[in-house]
């Protein structure tokens, strides 16, 4: 099998907007070397869909953290729905949307993600809202109407929850975590939390090198 990078992240996961830079770079730099995979997290699921105010008010000062560590900046749009703090977190529309996406165009994850995540944090976007999802799909040369309506599938609703499993099946316990498979049984764990891009390269010649030994 072609060697896989799989990226476990959630589209509420500040630190996974943070990291969504990193991690579109190494898929520029080797979607010609490896296969790559990604699996939505689940964070905002059951009895923690909520508003901001009800389920994570600490997401109010916590964003800064974000930006001082990765760089990225949270846009004026998302701060202002912030401080409302009625924006209602629940992991499982944009979920559904990557596994439209993914029966569409599977190589096209990361790009797809990067952007949902800058439409969310940056343009302040409501990830609730169909529209979000419309517009996106045109960006990435699908029919928004199919968009839409592949959303409204149980299929893949189905196939979102089937990311929520794999995520825990795969020990992934925090965002964004991104793992490099080289055979069905073996799994590097090579991102934990944000790291920076020289770091993950170096993270990734190590294990070409120990899976070359």
Not at 104 to 119: C, G, M
Not at 157 to 185: G, H
Request: proline fraction near 4%.
């Amino acid at each position: 099998m072609k060697i896989k990078i799989i990226y476990v992240y959630d589209a509420f996961c500040g630190w996974c907007y943070g990291f969504s830079r990193v991690i579109k770079e190494c898929y520029e730099n080797h979607k010609n070397d490896f296969d790559f995979e990604v699996i939505s997290g689940g964070m905002m699921t059951g009895e923690k869909v909520g508003s901001v105010n009800q389920v994570a008010p600490f997401i109010k000062t916590s964003y800064h953290n974000v930006e001082e560590v990765s760089g990225v900046k949270f846009g004026d749009a998302y701060l202002r729905h912030l401080e409302e703090g009625t924006f209602i977190l629940d992991s499982v529309p944009p979920s559904i949307a990557l596994s439209v996406l993914k029966s569409l165009k599977p190589d096209l994850s990361i790009p797809f993600i990067h952007d949902l995540q800058q439409s969310i944090y940056f343009e302040g976007k409501d990830p609730n809202d169909s529209s979000l999802y419309r517009y996106l799909s045109v960006n990435f040369g699908i029919d928004p109407d199919e968009f839409e309506r592949k959303m409204g599938e149980d299929e893949f609703r189905e196939a979102a929850y089937y990311d929520f499993a794999l995520a825990k099946q795969l020990k992934v316990e925090s965002f964004p975590a991104v793992l490099m498979q080289m055979s069905e049984t073996s799994f590097y764990l090579i991102a934990k939390g944000y790291t920076d891009s020289d770091t993950l390269e170096l993270r990734i010649r190590n294990v070409l090198k120990e899976s070359a030994n």
